[in-house]
C-alpha cells in the first residue's frame, strides 16, 4: 500500500525487511517513480557511507539502437561532476569536501555506474541534496563536453600504456565474439571524441532516471528518515521510459583460442587465460569461488606455491568474474620466465584437482578464508555498500553474496573438483600472451639447468 508524503511528490512504499547473519537488518523501499533505497543502518559511529547505483554500463550503450557505441557511460561518470546551475563546477566537490566526505568516487563497469562518499551522518541531508541536483539538472554544455572528452582519452592513452589492461582487453575480445563484452568499457578514441552533445543528452535523460536507479546508505541512519529525504529529493523526478536491450547469444567455444601481443611497457611476460563459466545466480559459481580461495588466497595458495615460490611468477591468480562470466587466471612472470612454463603448471594443477578433491585440511582453509574475506567486507560501511550493490547489479539479488557465502557450509570437495572438471578445460578457454616489445625469439624450454616443476 502506497503512503503519501507530500503534494506533488512521489509516494513509496516498503518492499522488505531482512536479517542477514550476523543480525543486522537491511530495509527496501521504493518510490512510486521507480527509485529503490536499500538502507541498513549502524549506530556505532556517527558515519554513514552513501552511494547511488544506475543500471548502465557499456553493455547498455553498446546495445542501445540509438547509440551503437561504447563510452559514453564512462565519459558521463566524468560528466556527472561538471556542474549545476545552482552548483556550477566545482561546487559539488568543494562542498562535499567541506563536509568532510571521505572516499568520494565513481566507477563504470560493463554492467553499471555508481557513485559514492562516506560523510558524518550530520551532513545527509546536504549531500542528498547535491547528489539529487546532478542527477536531474546536470548542464552538458560544449565547452565542458569537450574537456572531459580530452580528459578520457588521456585516461584511455595511460590505459594502453598498461600491459595489464591491454592484456585483459585483448582477452575479452577474444573470449566473447557477439556479446558487447568484446569491447572495452572505456570505447576507444575515435569513440570518445565523437560522441555528440545530443547523444549526452539522450544517455542522460534515459539512464540516469529513477526507475534505473538504487541509493543504497550503511550507516548512522534511520531508515524512516532516508525515505522521507529520498521522497523530498528524488520524489518528483519522473520515470523514464528504458529501451528494451537484449543480450547476443554468445556461442559455445568449442575450441581453445590464443593470441600473443608485444607492448612496449611490457618487462617481462604476462599470461592471462578466460574460462567461460555460469552467471553468478547459477549454483554452479558456489564451487567455482572457493577453488578461487584455494587456488588464490594466502601464503599456503596452490599458485603462489607453485609459480611465485618458485621463482616462475611476480605474481599469480585464477578466479570467477561475472558479466562477464568467465573464471580468469592471470600470472605475470618474472623476467627470463616464459607464459609456457605458467601454462604448464597450472594445467597440471587444474588435471590434479579434475582427477581427486582437494583434501580436507585444504578445503577447511579455503572456507575458513572465505568467511574471513566476508567479515572483513561487511564490517566497514562503504564496502558492505558495495558488496550489496554488486550483487544487486549483477544479479537482480542484493542478498546474492550472502546466498552463496550460505551455501559454501553445504559444499564439498567433491563439488570443486566436478566444477573443475565441467568448466576449466582447454577447449573452454581463451589465452592472451603479452610480451616485451624488443623479444622477437624465445626459448620453447626453460633455460638450461633450469626444470619447470
Same mark, same amino acid.
Given at each position: 500500500?502506497?503512503?503519501?508524503?507530500?503534494?506533488?511528490?512521489?509516494?513509496?512504499?516498503?518492499?522488505?525487511?531482512?536479517?542477514?547473519?550476523?543480525?543486522?537488518?537491511?530495509?527496501?523501499?521504493?518510490?512510486?517513480?521507480?527509485?529503490?533505497?536499500?538502507?541498513?543502518?549502524?549506530?556505532? @559511529?556517527?558515519?554513514?557511507?552513501?552511494?547511488? +547505483?544506475?543500471?548502465? %554500463? &557499456?553493455? !547498455? *550503450?553498446?546495445?542501445?539502437?540509438? #547509440?551503437?557505441?561504447?563510452?559514453?557511460?564512462?565519459?558521463?561518470?566524468?560528466?556527472?561532476?561538471?556542474?549545476?546551475?545552482?552548483?556550477?563546477?566545482?561546487?559539488?566537490?568543494?562542498?562535499?569536501?567541506?563536509?568532510?566526505?571521505?572516499?568520494?568516487?565513481?566507477?563504470?563497469?560493463?554492467y553499471r555506474t555508481n557513485y559514492?562518499?562516506?560523510?558524518?551522518?550530520?551532513?545527509?541531508?546536504?549531500?542528498?541534496?547535491l547528489e539529487s541536483d546532478r542527477?536531474?539538472?546536470?548542464?552538458?554544455?560544449?565547452?565542458?563536453?569537450?574537456?572531459?572528452?580530452?580528459?578520457?582519452?588521456?585516461?584511455?592513452?595511460?590505459?594502453?600504456?598498461?600491459?595489464?589492461?591491454?592484456?585483459?582487453?585483448?582477452?575479452?575480445?577474444? @573470449?566473447?565474439?557477439k556479446a558487447p563484452f568484446h +569491447?572495452?568499457?572505456? %570505447? &576507444?578514441? !575515435? *569513440?570518445?571524441?565523437?560522441?555528440? #552533445?545530443?547523444?549526452?543528452?539522450?544517455?542522460?535523460?534515459?539512464?540516469?532516471?529513477?526507475?534505473?536507479?538504487?541509493?543504497?546508505?550503511?550507516?548512522?541512519?534511520?531508515?524512516?528518515?532516508?525515505?522521507?529525504?529520498?521522497?523530498?529529493?528524488?520524489?518528483?523526478?519522473?520515470?523514464?521510459?528504458?529501451?528494451?536491450?537484449?543480450?547476443?547469444?554468445?556461442?559455445?567455444?568449442?575450441?581453445?583460442?590464443?593470441?600473443?601481443?608485444?607492448?612496449?611497457?611490457?618487462?617481462?611476460?604476462?599470461?592471462?587465460?578466460?574460462?567461460?563459466?555460469?552467471?553468478?545466480?547459477?549454483?554452479?559459481?558456489?564451487?567455482?569461488?572457493?577453488?578461487?580461495?584455494?587456488?588464490?588466497?594466502?601464503?599456503?595458495?596452490?599458485?603462489?606455491?607453485?609459480?611465485?615460490?618458485?621463482?616462475?611468477?611476480?605474481?599469480?591468480?585464477?578466479?570467477?568474474?561475472?558479466?562477464?562470466?568467465?573464471?580468469?587466471?592471470?600470472?605475470?612472470?618474472?623476467?627470463?620466465?616464459?607464459?609456457?612454463?605458467?601454462?604448464?603448471?597450472?594445467?597440471?594443477?587444474?588435471?590434479?584437482?579434475?582427477?581427486?578433491?582437494?583434501?580436507?585440511?585444504?578445503?577447511?582453509?579455503?572456507?575458513?578464508?572465505?568467511?574471513?574475506?566476508?567479515?572483513?567486507?561487511?564490517?566497514?560501511?562503504?564496502?558492505?555498500?558495495?558488496?550489496?550493490?554488486?550483487?544487486?547489479?549483477?544479479?537482480?539479488?542484493?542478498?546474492?553474496?550472502?546466498?552463496?557465502?550460505?551455501?559454501?557450509?553445504?559444499?564439498?570437495?567433491?563439488?570443486?573438483?566436478?566444477?573443475?572438471?565441467?568448466?576449466?578445460?582447454?577447449?573452454?578457454?581463451?589465452?592472451?600472451?603479452?610480451?616485451?616489445?624488443?623479444?622477437?625469439?624465445?626459448?620453447?624450454?626453460?633455460?638450461?639447468?633450469?626444470?619447470?616443476?
Open positions: 500500500m502506497f503512503v503519501m508524503q507530500m503534494a506533488m511528490a512521489s509516494s513509496f512504499e516498503k518492499v522488505s525487511e531482512k536479517i542477514i547473519f550476523n543480525g543486522e537488518k537491511i530495509f527496501e523501499y521504493r518510490l512510486s517513480n521507480g527509485l529503490r533505497i536499500l538502507v541498513l543502518p549502524r549506530h556505532q @559511529a556517527k558515519v554513514l557511507s552513501y552511494g547511488i +547505483w544506475f543500471k548502465v %554500463g &557499456s553493455v !547498455d *550503450e553498446k546495445l542501445d539502437p540509438k #547509440l551503437k557505441k561504447t563510452g559514453l557511460a564512462h565519459l558521463f561518470e566524468h560528466m556527472m561532476f561538471r556542474g549545476t546551475t545552482k552548483y556550477p563546477d566545482p561546487m559539488f566537490t568543494e562542498l562535499t569536501s567541506r563536509m568532510g566526505a571521505e572516499g568520494q568516487n565513481a566507477t563504470t563497469y560493463y559514492f562518499e562516506s560523510i558524518p551522518s550530520v551532513e545527509l541531508e546536504k549531500l542528498m541534496e542527477m536531474r539538472n546536470l548542464k552538458i554544455i560544449k565547452e565542458g563536453f569537450e574537456k572531459e572528452k580530452g580528459a578520457v582519452v588521456g585516461e584511455l592513452r595511460r590505459h594502453l600504456d598498461n600491459p595489464g589492461s591491454v592484456a585483459h582487453d585483448e582477452l575479452m575480445a577474444l @573470449a566473447f565474439e +569491447w572495452n568499457v572505456i %570505447g &576507444s578514441e !575515435d *569513440e570518445i571524441r565523437g560522441f555528440t #552533445l545530443d547523444e549526452a543528452n539522450y544517455f542522460y535523460r534515459t539512464f540516469y532516471a529513477p526507475n534505473n536507479a538504487t541509493i543504497i546508505a550503511v550507516g548512522d541512519i534511520e531508515p524512516e528518515k532516508l525515505v522521507k529525504l529520498t521522497v523530498k529529493y528524488y520524489g518528483s523526478m519522473p520515470a523514464q521510459e528504458l529501451p528494451t536491450i537484449a543480450m547476443p547469444v554468445e556461442p559455445e567455444q568449442e575450441k581453445e583460442r590464443r593470441k600473443e601481443v608485444r607492448h612496449p611497457q611490457a618487462t617481462s611476460e604476462l599470461l592471462m587465460m578466460a574460462y567461460r563459466i555460469p552467471p553468478i545466480t547459477s549454483d554452479e559459481v558456489v564451487p567455482l569461488s572457493l577453488l578461487s580461495t584455494h587456488l588464490s588466497t594466502g601464503m599456503e595458495a596452490r599458485l603462489r606455491k607453485l609459480l611465485v615460490d618458485t621463482g616462475i611468477a611476480v605474481s599469480a591468480s585464477g578466479g570467477p568474474s561475472s558479466q562477464p562470466d568467465v573464471y580468469l587466471f592471470s600470472v605475470r612472470l618474472t623476467e627470463n620466465r616464459h607464459a609456457d612454463q605458467a601454462l604448464r603448471v597450472i594445467d597440471k594443477e587444474l588435471g590434479s584437482l579434475q582427477k581427486a578433491p582437494i583434501s580436507k585440511e585444504a578445503f577447511e582453509r579455503a572456507l575458513n578464508q572465505e568467511l574471513l574475506s566476508l567479515y572483513s567486507d561487511i564490517s566497514e560501511n562503504a564496502s558492505l555498500g558495495s558488496f550489496l550493490g554488486e550483487n544487486l547489479m549483477l544479479s537482480g539479488n542484493y542478498l546474492r553474496g550472502f546466498e552463496i557465502i550460505e551455501s559454501y557450509r553445504k559444499t564439498t570437495s567433491l563439488d570443486i573438483q566436478k566444477a573443475a572438471a565441467k568448466y576449466l578445460r582447454p577447449e573452454n578457454r581463451s589465452i592472451v600472451v603479452v610480451k616485451p616489445q624488443g623479444k622477437t625469439k624465445r626459448a620453447s624450454q626453460p633455460p638450461k639447468g633450469d626444470k619447470a616443476p
